[in-house]
């Protein structure tokens, strides 16, 4: 069974600050993506890396896909309050087209 | 397009009645999937259809949960009878197929809140 495990599981932290979220797995999957959900919602896809070691920005955030492609991390720099949600990592595997969603990590962002 | 539209947004039921939730997928997609979320294991995939078809429903937790999709726009996630455990907020997401630029994307609909009492 593919298991995604996300650390911590929780984070606090006041605006202006940095954060790493780290997404790790004993298996190794074709592509991983990153979702992040707000109250109410359902999760909305941030980026989707493919490649080993590879690293992708987006404004504050950057994405990296671990070179055996069994991790990824994600660091948002100088976060802000509206960063605040529930970030999920989600790998896709094998022949399917199931992905397979991280435990999350619920970022609270204070201003 | 007004992308995925799940009803009811919220339901309560007593324990032992049927409950039916609905999902209408992004038009042209391919793929439907639905999940199941709780605090304590997260999001699970319950079904996934493709062209209609159910491809696999390994996630569905007993004979109590079934789902349908009779054409491309609407499918149906039922639990007969429901019982206290299954309360969880259920969503619905679609995926288009490999000639779309962003066909590795799932997009969510905003899920029903199941509350079984």
């Known amino acids: 069974t593919q298991l995604l495990e996300q650390s911590p599981q929780f984070l606090s932290i006041q605006e202006g600050e940095n954060l790493t979220v780290y997404c790790n797995s004993s298996s190794v999957f074709s592509s991983l993506q990153w979702y992040r959900q707000e109250p109410g919602e359902g999760p909305v896809l941030l980026v989707t890396?493919?490649?080993?070691?590879e690293v992708k920005k987006l404004k504050r955030l950057t994405f990296q896909f671990g070179d055996a492609r069994k991790d990824s991390s994600l660091h948002i720099t100088a976060a802000q309050p509206g960063d605040t949600g529930l970030y999920l990592c989600a790998g896709e595997g094998g022949a399917t087209n199931k992905l397979i969603f991280g435990t999350g990590t619920l970022l609270a962002v204070q201003p | 397009d007004a992308g995925v539209i799940q009803s009811p947004r919220h339901e309560v039921t007593e324990m032992g009645q049927e409950v039916t939730l609905r999902c209408k997928p992004i038009s042209g997609h391919d793929y439907l999937f639905w999940y199941r979320q709780t605090m304590m294991r997260g999001l699970e995939l319950l079904i996934y259809f493709n062209n209609n078809v159910p491809i696999d429903d390994s996630g569905m937790p007993e004979d109590r949960f079934s789902a349908k999709m009779p054409n491309a726009s609407f499918s149906t996630l039922k639990i007969q009878p429901s019982e206290p455990r299954d309360s969880a907020v259920y969503f619905c997401?679609?995926?288009?197929?490999?000639?779309?630029?962003?066909?590795?994307?799932?997009?969510f609909g905003p899920g029903t809140r199941l509350t079984v009492l």
């Open positions: 890396v493919v490649t080993g070691g």
């Open positions: 997401a679609s995926r288009g197929g490999p000639g779309l630029l962003s066909y590795n994307e799932q997009f």
